[in-house]
């Protein structure tokens, strides 16, 4: 029988209930579940041992067709359908300590849910223990220190809200709705990267709960191994239950929008981004989108961020503006936080997406010319280049477990739609994304692990010199592989 069906005719056979969890095991006499273990075995969950995980929780413990079980499930990607045996909503570092407890024990599959970003579904799981972190989102700015500490399941624009009210920002991503706790610990690229350095460059300390079931503080002077592996090296060590941050001044008016260009131009367009993406200021962001505009067809969108001196936004982008002449200029003062939520609702939860990236360290004329051939006019089809370099490429690459410290920019390649697909459409979806890669990977010099955690040789290659340190920070946090649903570092001494 197939894991799926396993579990659907489990439920079918009275496994679920409309009751809270706590009722339904007190009612039933506690009844026995089906589960999947780490390694994808089949199990049986002891219904007395799930109620007094149940007990031993502040949060609620959530079985299949619970309120609240299918929300808790449903992550970004409205591709992914899975069903995890329990979902634990974790209200605190207690909750999140019992329940990789009872994991680790049974040596059950389990996924942590953030912000739900996952484009692959890594925080969810078909069988196993997935902790729900949605409910730990308090933010606590400290003015003096210009430090914040964020909940382990915050998202990235309630780290924006809270620091502007002070006038304090640090790198965040593009969607406010990603969470803190996957972008961080991924790396973090962001309308602010370039002048104070990825997210994780910005991580000063964090608590994570390991899967020993023990809550530990992490800083530079703590635990400073598992604080370097936490800077890049993902979900592989333990939950994060908070995450500390620097802050920095920062105006709360930028001078942002769009810089458009019809399709004729976008040679030119491109040429520029590769002659001066180098050489910019730190303030200035320029991530590129190749698109298809309803009533307009292709172009080439430039979104710049100036985060300096207003005064000197104007000649920054007036080479810019020189390329060709723009379709369209929105470039106007705006507030930070404020448009970090521009791309919220094109970006909403239960988008379909199938994407490819890696990160462009050449940006050259023939990648120029491959991108314009290979990109496709159609509504649902972009390619994007999310810029790097500025501060982020003045840190070694060992300095932070998060490597790559000489991309020019990353690119990807996605269709992204809303309505639900036949199964003939996301199949031609998902081999248009895959046969653009393979003409367009030959110019990527490995990938964000972030975008792209399914490839298991390509992520010891990607980590370089950084792999042989984080498989001995993972063989001493995790080295039963219990925090596998991630671009996964695998532990020798298990
Ligand atoms: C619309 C969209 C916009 C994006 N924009 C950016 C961007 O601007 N910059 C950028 O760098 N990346 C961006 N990303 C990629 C993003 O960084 C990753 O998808 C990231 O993993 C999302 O984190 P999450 O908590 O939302 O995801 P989840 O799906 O909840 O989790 C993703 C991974 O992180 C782990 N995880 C999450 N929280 C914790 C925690 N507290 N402790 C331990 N492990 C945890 C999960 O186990 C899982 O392996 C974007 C993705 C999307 C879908």
Redesign the pocket.
């Known amino acids: 029988m197939k894991r799926r069906d396993f579990f659907r005719s489990a439920a079918a056979a009275g496994f679920v209930s409309m009751l809270p969890a706590k009722q339904l095991f007190a009612l039933t006499g506690a009844t026995d579940m089906p589960a999947v273990t780490a390694s994808g075995g089949e199990t049986t969950l002891e219904g007395a041992a799930v109620q007094e995980l149940a007990d031993s929780m502040r949060g609620a413990l959530l079985t299949a067709g619970e309120p609240g079980y299918d929300h808790s499930r449903a992550?970004?990607?409205g591709m992914i359908d899975k069903r995890p045996a329990l979902i634990a909503r974790c209200e605190g570092a207690a909750d999140v300590s019992h329940a990789l407890t009872f994991a680790r024990e049974r040596n059950l599959l389990v996924?942590?849910?953030?912000?739900?970003?996952?484009?692959s579904?890594?925080?969810?799981c078909e069988g196993g223990l997935m902790l729900d972190?949605s409910n730990?989102n308090s933010v606590r700015v400290d003015r003096a220190n210009k430090t914040a500490r964020a909940d382990?399941?915050c998202?990235?624009g309630d780290i924006d809200h809270e620091g502007a009210m002070h006038g304090l920002a640090t790198t965040?991503?593009?969607?406010s709705?990603?969470?803190?706790?996957?972008?961080t610990?991924?790396?973090?690229?962001?309308?602010l990267c370039r002048k104070y350095g990825?997210?994780c460059d910005n991580f000063i300390g964090a608590d994570?709960v390991t899967v020993d079931g023990a809550l530990r503080h992490v800083s530079d002077d703590e635990n400073p191994e598992l604080m370097w592996a936490l800077r890049g090296g993902?979900?592989n060590f333990?939950?994060?239950?908070a995450?500390e941050y620097q802050l920095h001044e920062q105006q709360p008016m930028v001078i942002a929008g769009d810089i458009k260009f019809a399709w004729k131009d976008a040679h030119a367009a491109l040429m520029f981004y590769a002659e001066h993406g180098n050489d910019m200021p730190d303030e200035l962001n320029l991530n590129v989108m190749l698109v298809t505009v309803p009533d307009v067809g292709r172009v080439v969108s430039f979104e710049a961020v100036w985060s300096g001196d207003p005064s000197k936004a104007d000649s920054v982008l007036a080479p810019l503006r020189k390329v060709a002449t723009p379709i369209a200029d929105t470039v106007a003062p705006a507030p930070y936080a404020k448009f970090q939520q521009r791309?919220d609702n094109s970006?909403r939860h239960g988008?379909r997406?199938y994407m490819k990236s890696g990160l462009v360290n050449n940006y050259t004329e023939d990648l120029v010319r491959e991108v314009q051939e290979v990109h496709r006019e159609s509504p649902i089809y972009a390619i994007f280049f999310?810029q790097s370099g500025g501060a982020v490429n003045r840190r070694a690459p060992t300095d932070t477990a998060f490597p790559y410290r000489s991309a020019h920019s990353?690119m990807m390649v996605w269709n992204q739609w809303f309505e639900l697909e036949t199964d003939e459409e996301r199949a031609e979806r998902i081999g248009n994304v895959r046969a653009d890669w393979e003409r367009l990977r030959k110019h990527t010099h490995g990938f964000?692990v972030?975008?792209n955690?399914e490839d298991a040789a390509g992520t010891h290659a990607n980590y370089g010199k950084n792999y042989p340190r984080l498989v001995r920070v993972k063989n001493q946090y995790d080295p039963s592989n219990l925090?596998r649903?991630?671009?996964n570092i695998e532990p020798t001494n298990s």
């Open positions: 992550i970004w990607n996924s942590v849910r953030g912000g739900g970003h996952s484009i579904g890594k925080s969810v972190l730990m382990g399941g998202l990235e965040g991503g593009i969607v709705h990603t969470g803190a706790g996957g972008l610990t991924g790396g973090g690229f962001g309308r990825m997210a994570i993902g979900s333990g939950v994060v239950t995450l791309l970006n988008v997406m999310m990353n964000y972030n975008l955690d925090m649903l991630n671009a």
